[in-house]
């Protein structure tokens, strides 16, 4: 079956620092990938869409200079957290999609933890 | 905006019954509805997906049937095992061929297995 791979699984770092979490599609080309935030006991919360080789579309209320996303490639997407603080500690998970008619599949997500 | 959400928070069941986690959605556009389960630390597994020109689909163990009169979807788990304890998400999808095709998550049934 299709595999998302994401790393790092798990980030711990003082307040300021950038942090840069990355997704790759293992068996497959991701035509597109998602970003996704999640808090404790909460849903997954769509962040982004990212299409390769374009610019990605921000969900409401996301600051786009926050977290800085790339799709260089079809294997490939990047998440950045500029200058991370406490309040961005969640956990973070990408999926990615081959065609339009394909369901996504994600990543094992990483942990982010801000001190 | 629209939501997806669920009845149950959290749903004991005994090795060997059959569970049923139901989702109700109210975006009437949807047209492709997907089952996901999330195992602590992990991102969603896709488990089962239906397109809305479909009111039942069948997997191994599991059924999900799609009522688009009343909204309603549901998930069914035939000889619930250990292994299947884990928080599951139903998830919608409008405009499922076109290219703001995106999910949005429901607010997820954590399902116990009891021996």
């Known amino acids: 079956g299709a595999v998302v791979s994401q790393h790092p699984s798990r980030v711990i770092c003082k307040s300021g620092t950038s942090v840069k979490i990355e997704c790759r599609s293992l068996?497959?080309?991701?035509?597109?990938m998602f970003w996704y935030r999640q808090f404790p006991k909460q849903s997954l919360m769509l962040m982004a869409t990212?299409?390769?080789?374009?610019?990605?579309?921000?969900e409401q209320g996301v600051e786009k200079d926050k977290f800085l996303i790339n799709h260089a490639s079809l294997t490939l997407s990047t998440l950045t957290v500029t200058s991370a603080h406490p309040e961005d500690s969640s956990f973070y998970i990408c999926?990615?999609?081959?065609?339009?008619?394909?369901?996504?599949?994600f990543g094992d997500g990483t942990r982010l933890s801000i001190l | 905006g629209e939501n997806v959400g669920l009845h149950l928070p959290t749903l004991s069941v005994q090795e060997g019954d059959n569970s049923i986690i139901n989702c109700a959605y109210s975006?009437?556009?949807?047209?492709?509805f997907i089952w996901y389960k999330q195992e602590s630390g992990k991102g969603p597994q896709f488990i089962i997906d239906?397109?809305?020109?479909?009111d039942k689909r069948q997997g191994q163990r599991v059924t999900v049937l799609l009522n688009k009169t009343v909204k309603h979807l549901s998930l069914q788990i035939a000889a619930t095992q250990p292994g299947d304890s884990a928080v599951y998400f139903c998830?919608?999808?409008?405009?499922?061929?076109?290219?703001?095709?995106?999910?949005?998550f429901g607010t997820g049934t954590r399902l116990q297995v009891t021996l």
């Open positions: 999926s990615a999609r081959g065609t339009i008619n394909q369901p996504q599949h």
């Open positions: 068996d497959f080309q991701a035509t597109t």
């Open positions: 990212s299409n390769e080789g374009s610019k990605a579309t921000y």
């Open positions: 975006n009437s556009a949807s047209d492709y």
């Open positions: 239906i397109r809305s020109n479909m």
């Open positions: 998830a919608e999808n409008p405009f499922y061929t076109g290219t703001a095709s995106k999910l949005t």
